[in-house]
């Protein structure tokens, strides 16, 4: 059984379909929800938003890891976040008066409801999966709802238009967590996932941290401060990496960070939604560091391996 | 005439009464209303939350300062979030059965309530400013609202209790905010505040930004990241740098970041709340600027300094 | 007049000939000497050797160069240590039975006299110019000398074979050196010398010196470490970066050594022998640092810049 | 047997008296025949120069050193270079009419003979060795030599004055070397050297090199160029940095350059001559290397570590 942040009919909902097509799911109302639920063994994994290209992290998810352990971040899907109008089957545009929406899904279509509803009355309220809900029973006396297309589709609506958000192209990014387990094997396009909670006394603390991953090849494609929420002040950084655990290179970065911060939370090692081939450098590549070994046993043990 | 991000009564007009007592100031609703305000001159600077120690930074604020230009920091200050129960002048604690308050203000002082007064009915709706407003008229049925000490008072109400939510010490940060304005001398403790917008072809771009700062001595009090907004995986960096930009070595970090980012916001030089003394290392004060310039003249020109 | 490392006829001469045709000169018989005639006015350039491909540094000049002010490098050229086998006009290799030279130079011609003159009595006192000066001379009871093509040439010999040492395409590598003066213009292809004495107190400090250059987008060319001769254990560093002390970057570059080492000795920008093009990175150009200044004073003056 | 730089009665004799008394010994007439003879397993060990406080380094042997493999510095020892004069048993100072030296070690006590000596004839020839072993004849027409403490004493000589060097203090450091043999155990004040071929396409290689040690926590107390004799402008670099190979952090800093460098020598880790304890910076020691492989390890195989 998997978990997500719902109710059903939400994005979150839609991107676990995109994700883990056919398996059985169930909603929680909060992030913090789905989080506790895989913890405690309710569910295996659960799917939640953490970051969105417009409103940046999601500050619910990205405390929850920093802040617990025995968690894993095994998958990540993007979605982009799609508004439709969505009918009862047989309504005509031209007959759509009354339109139900949540009023965050409301302000991102004001542009599109001007231009091609600009006689409609809109009502602001609830979620978007409910409008859809409501929409669906001719006695509501609503005739769209302005909704994601899992919640048109979940309640039989059809929708009249899509893409209809004024600002196109804002993506969300989601992960589906699971309890601790060993990562995944190497795909080519992947990303480890890590929170580094800083020595206090570390004024340069960052750019060491950073440089860890410089000086072993690896690049970032993510650095998110969080508030320790001890002290104003003091921040905890949400890092994602390019490349996985099982590569020598990113253990030692690791492994080093583990040793010079206060606290280093690993959140798994999983392939990348965008698919792009990770980059290998000259001297960070696994064989490479198995050169280093033998090369360094063999200083260690000169007789063994130099020997005459 | 300043403004603040209001109603009347919340927190943020708490600290505007703190940092500019007397002046005469209005609220506006929303975060992006007072800076808008300030960019077209209708108030001479405006205060805005811009973090606060549990929840992070404030994207409303961050968003808007990185994505504007002509607005510029001139001032903060620090506050601690702190509720009270406040009533009308005359009535005891133990005649408190209706309580009003925000929902946000309830949850944060629900196991004060339950210990203190386990019998009260609460009631969540509106605002803390206006849960005062309502209880400051005998007629509203509220006995008592949870509030900032601001709205009690601006309501003529008195408190029972003070500092009652759960998790003491949250403090927000806040900023007053101006147009450009040529900032105000040195006094010792002076932070430097700035966005970066990174070239998009800059694998290491943030190690190389933080190093600007790292070779001239330049210590960093906050580094935030926040999506650009076209594209998922592309980040701004807000940062705070302790130093003045009447400083030659933060000159030279401003000048540096200049050219090597795709486009850099200053947003002010002014006092830290925090009071705390920035350091000097050396080779990073003035006077080693100006003693370096004066070899480099002669280096440039041997025969006037060095000559005969 | 100038100056150069002799005697008459060595490679150093050679080098001067190459680079100063047609200008009177004198030799100096130490490196010490011609730099010190240099200080002192007595000629307006010297040229002396400061690096063999085979040999390293030349300590002589390094150390001169790191320890007195007053002298700048003006230009430079490389050359290729060329023994060949020189004979008075008219005799054969058929009847070369004696051959003098110099012993450094015998060692580096050994096999080829091996294979060419196997029955020829070598003997090795002097100079290779002061082989040239006897062989020149009938009664000398030597046949050919090995020597530098300058040597034969001045004093009348014919070579018989060029390019004769067993190693071939070791360079020398020469220095001209004169007072300080405005450095001669940009190039396009042009290298900076410098010496830096650390600060004691400087673990890191190599590093720390390095990055200042690289945080500028220079690429050094030399490294080379010298002792300070106080005590074992501390050096200084002499440096060939890539660029002109015209060029803005390489300015900030010498600015910020200063500041930040116990002593910076400014040796000159002048042509490199190579002819390589530097390159210029993005954030580097003098354009770019116009740009910035022009920033930087819109910030500390807004109203001139961006006002009304 | 062990192995010198000689001839008998040189510093080299002088040092490797005081580092391995009572050892059989011979000496070899340059530093490659001492090499030589190590790594053809003639001798166990050979005593080389390799640094002088004012002369720098030692060519010959950090040439030999970098060139070849099979060879290990085990040990360490720094030696004033200290001239005396020295007499046959009996003479008083006011007998001295004739003093025999090498030219070097005359240049070097000018200032003393001047003063103490005005009127005596110095003849220099041969080493200081040999005019002690001439001085040490009354038929030999010398009355004092002047030479190294060990050659007076090695042809029954006395001195008369010791430490007569116009310029006190210089020091020369002496390595031994074996071949590759598993280092002595962690001493506290141990050095490890090595040398550094870099690849041709690295222009910030030096930089990126001596980052490796920064990273893991480690002072540099050596860094020297040494050309690579293939082309001007290639260089090599020998480095002495502060620790032990039985380090985690040097072993990792060592396999680091290992990987990203052309050819890495290493030649060994010994005892320090200075007896200066080496500093553990936090995130350095080798049980937080521990502490991170055990923590990876749990990363690796959660169930293990983190189950049930």
Chains 1, 2, 3, 4 share one sequence.
């Not at 609830?126 to 859809?132: K, V």
């Not at 590569?247 to 960070?257: D, K, S, V």
Request: net charge neutral.
């Amino acid at each position: 059984m998997l978990g997500y942040f719902g109710p059903e009919g939400t994005f979150t909902h839609q991107a676990l379909l995109a994700l883990r097509p056919g398996e059985s799911a169930q909603p929680y109302l909060s992030v913090p929800g789905v989080l506790e639920a895989v913890r405690h063994g309710q569910i295996t994994a659960g799917l939640v938003p953490i970051e969105n290209s417009v409103e940046g992290g999601v500050s619910a998810t990205l405390d929850y890891l920093a802040g617990h352990s025995r968690l894993q971040i095994i998958d990540e899907v993007l979605l982009e976040v799609a508004f439709g109008l969505y009918v009862r089957p047989g309504t005509a545009i031209e007959a759509v008066r009354t339109v139900l929406t949540h009023p965050h899904a409301a302000a991102q279509v004001r542009g599109w409801l001007a231009e091609h509803l600009p006689d409609a009355s809109v009502t602001e309220q609830g979620s978007t999966a409910d409008a859809a809900r409501r929409v669906a029973d001719p006695e509501s006396g609503f005739d769209a709802a302005i909704c994601a297309a899992v919640a048109g589709e979940l309640y039989g609506l059809e929708p009249l238009a899509t893409q209809i958000a004024d600002n196109r192209g804002a993506v969300t990014r989601f992960i589906l967590v699971s309890r601790p387990v060993r990562p995944a094997p190497i795909s080519g396009h992947d990303k480890t996932s890590l929170v580094i909670h800083l020595r206090a006394d570390q004024p340069g603390g960052l750019i060491e941290a950073l440089q860890q991953f410089a000086a072993r090849g690896i690049n970032l494609c993510r650095v998110e401060s969080r508030p320790e929420k001890t002290k104003i002040g003091h921040y905890s950084f949400s890092i994602d990496a390019q490349g996985h655990v099982f590569e020598r290179r990113m253990q030692a970065a690791l492994a080093a960070l583990h040793r010079t911060s206060r606290r280093l939370v690993f959140l798994g090692s999983y392939p990348s939604a965008d698919g792009q081939t990770v980059k290998q450098t000259a001297g960070s590549r696994d064989e490479e560091f198995a050169a280093s070994d033998r090369w360094l046993a063999g200083v260690l043990n000169p007789s063994r391996v130099r020997g005459a």
